[in-house]
């Protein structure tokens, strides 16, 4: 088993050889440092060049040249958004296929973008095949792969809802957490959930079945999920957490309640 590389802890210090390697497309990024400095225009130039592809490559910068405000999330979905389009066009499933399983994390956001918002899929058919993304072992993957089907789940919430219930047993600790971060009432970098804002009784099943999670990332999101509600509704956290102490004493409810309330207790 080879060991996990570090990454650099600013851009200026990214070894030339890894960044030629990122920009490659033959490494995944080790650290958000590095996520944020792959040039992911040369990166798409390789990726399409590499697989045949070059005459996607003027139509999808298109699309990043419209950006108003460039970030590495707005150029990520103008490329996700980019190769739907193309593909689609083209019936060029083959190359989806290449990306979902791609060895660069950015390709694989960039698939996850043609799957969460693909519009012939329906909010169900979104989930089962976003849920490969979900799993995934890198974090920028993860994040990224909940914020392409937000939108949908906010739109189809009682669905949604019934959906992550069943993810809340999975084995897999990035399932169970996806189905606590996508259903955020606030979130983060993404439109809050109105309905959740002001009824997050509709998301308790979720949480209930994570309130003792062993995996302290799927406690760090149950517990940002209540702080998120307790902006809004703190009565109904407050009644929760006391609930949760009463009823599970265990370090893990323990500090998902801490987590929660900070907010409040400020």
């Known amino acids: 088993m080879t060991e996990k590389r570090k990454g650099a802890r ?5 070894p030339p050889d890894i960044l030629i390697q990122l920009n490659n497309g033959e490494i995944e990024t080790a650290n958000l440092t590095e996520w944020l400095a792959v040039d ?29 405000k460039p970030t590495v999330n707005s150029i990520n979905e103008a490329i996700g958004l980019g190769i739907l ?3 689609a066009n083209n019936k060029d499933e083959e190359f989806l296929l290449k990306l979902s399983m791609h060895k660069a994390d950015l390709v694989r956001c960039w698939s996850a973008y043609t799957i969460g918002r693909n ?54 600790e990035n399932i169970r957490r996806f189905a606590s971060e996508s259903t955020r009432p606030r979130g983060v970098w993404c439109e809050h959930i109105q309905e959740l804002k002001q ?17 302290r990332y799927v406690q760090d ?12 509704q703190p009565e109904f956290v407050i009644e929760i957490c006391d ?24």
């Open 119 to 172: 519009k012939i899929y329906t909010t169900k058919e979104k989930l089962k095949k976003i849920q490969q993304f979900a799993a995934d072992t890198h974090f920028g993957v993860r994040e990224i792969c909940w914020m392409t089907v937000r939108s949908d789940i906010s739109k189809n919430l009682t669905e949604s809802l019934s959906i992550l219930i069943e993810w809340t047993k999975n084995e897999n």
């Open 243 to 266: 609930e949760w102490l009463r009823e599970s004493d265990t370090k893990e409810t323990k500090y998902i309640v801490k987590k929660a309330l900070r907010t409040i207790h400020k």
């Open 10 to 14: 600013s851009i200026k210090d990214i």
């Open 221 to 232: 999101s149950v517990g940002n999920w209540l702080n998120d509600a307790s902006k809004s």
């Open 85 to 87: 389009d193309l593909t």
């Open 40 to 68: 992911q225009r040369l990166l798409l130039e390789n990726l399409l060049q590499q697989n045949n592809r070059s005459e996607y490559l003027k139509s999808i910068l298109k699309k990043v040249d419209e950006l108003k």
């Open 199 to 215: 009824n997050p009784g509709l998301g308790l099943e979720i949480l209930e079945s994570l309130r003792s999670d062993p995996s």
